[in-house]
């Protein structure tokens, strides 16, 4: 295949999110993609792809900080409430203490997927980005909806005024 219909086939079920060069030096990019805000992420070589609301109570999770000390795995920390969400899973991590075990020794848990995460690809330094539409509720859909989107914009105005 030529790099020319590398690129087509790869744009057919994905949309461009921007040059890679230019994700690298901005390390997040927040888009809105079919009808889903997304955030790309860029770190440490890899790039990553989740919804930009955290699915507990929306937060803004382009302003989290990102950790990589929950057993190793790389993970987003919602600004508001510091619900932990894996990168690559999209896994919503909690802390727990079995009090049966001595002595007490706090281990990290799932709650599941949380989190929807999408695929990011790179096809000649172009970053593009597949949705993941994978069947069934995941809690991050509900703060691409409509009714939400509706009353987080009127909120946002009711701020600025």
Same mark, same amino acid.
Not at 36 to 42: A, G, K, M
């Given at each position: 295949? #030529?790099? /020319?219909?590398?690129?087509? *086939?790869? @744009?057919? +079920?994905? %949309?461009?999110?921007?040059?890679?060069?230019?994700?690298?030096? *901005?390390?997040?990019?927040?888009? @809105?993609?079919?009808?889903? /805000?997304?955030? =790309?992420?860029?770190?440490?070589?890899?790039? %990553?792809?989740?919804?930009?609301?955290? %699915? +507990? #109570?929306?937060?803004?999770?382009?302003?989290? /900080?990102?950790?990589?000390?929950?057993?190793?795995?790389?993970?987003?920390?919602? $600004?508001? +409430?510091?619900?932990?969400?894996?990168? *690559?899973?999209?896994?919503?991590?909690?802390?727990?203490?079995? $009090? #049966?075990?001595? $002595?007490?020794?706090?281990?990290?848990?799932?709650?599941?997927?949380?989190?929807?995460? +999408?695929?990011?690809?790179? #096809?000649?330094? /172009? =970053?593009?980005?597949?949705?993941?539409?994978? $069947?069934?509720p995941i809690d991050s859909d509900y703060y691409q909806t409509e009714k939400y989107r509706n009353t987080f914009l009127k909120e946002g105005q009711k701020k600025t005024k």
């Open positions: 295949m #030529s790099s /020319d219909e590398d690129v087509a *086939a790869v @744009s057919r +079920h994905s %949309y461009f999110i921007g040059k890679k060069e230019n994700i690298i030096q *901005a390390r997040r990019v927040v888009k @809105s993609v079919g009808e889903r /805000d997304v955030l =790309v992420i860029y770190h440490k070589g890899d790039f %990553y792809a989740i919804d930009v609301r955290c %699915y +507990h #109570s929306g937060g803004p999770l382009q302003e989290g /900080d990102i950790e990589k000390d929950f057993d190793g795995r790389t993970c987003l920390v919602c $600004p508001w +409430h510091k619900y932990k969400i894996t990168l *690559a899973e999209g896994e919503g991590l909690y802390q727990a203490v079995d $009090p #049966s075990v001595k $002595p007490l020794k706090p281990t990290w848990c799932s709650k599941g997927i949380k989190q929807r995460v +999408h695929t990011v690809t790179v #096809s000649n330094e /172009d =970053v593009f980005l597949t949705l993941n539409n994978s $069947p069934g």
